[in-house]
């Protein structure tokens, strides 16, 4: 199984972006919960979003109305848009997989996202 996660970078505050990961091994629309963390320096991981393989969505109250999890399944890749940044969402990103009915749980590689003020 692999997670290749991408679209990090550096943003002004206020601005978007939008992160892509890119699943091999497990599929985001039948087997597989897909989700996105993020992790600051001195912080703990956090879960940021989360989407099911029938679509229900969770966000994390912090980014709840600013970010949106999607999903192209004929890709098998899933997507974080986040708008209105500001520099408290700056973290390393990672996306995240679980298989449906085990323990299994995969990570990406982590994305950098920084937001300047």
């Known amino acids: 199984v692999q997670l290749q996660a991408s679209g990090g970078g550096l943003v002004q505050a206020g601005g978007s972006l939008r992160l892509s990961c890119a699943a091999s091994g497990i599929s985001f629309s039948s087997n597989a919960m897909g989700a996105w963390y993020r992790q600051a320096p001195g912080k703990e991981r956090e879960l940021v979003a989360r989407?099911?393989?029938?679509?229900?969505?969770m966000y994390v109250d912090s980014m709840r109305g600013r970010a949106t999890i999607s999903r192209d399944d004929a890709k098998n890749t899933i997507y974080l848009q986040m708008d209105s940044l500001k520099p408290e969402d700056s973290a390393i990103y990672y996306c995240h997989g679980q298989k449906y009915g085990t323990t299994l749980t995969y990570w990406g590689q982590g994305t950098q996202v920084t937001v300047s003020s």
């Open positions: 989407l099911s393989r029938i679509g229900s969505t």
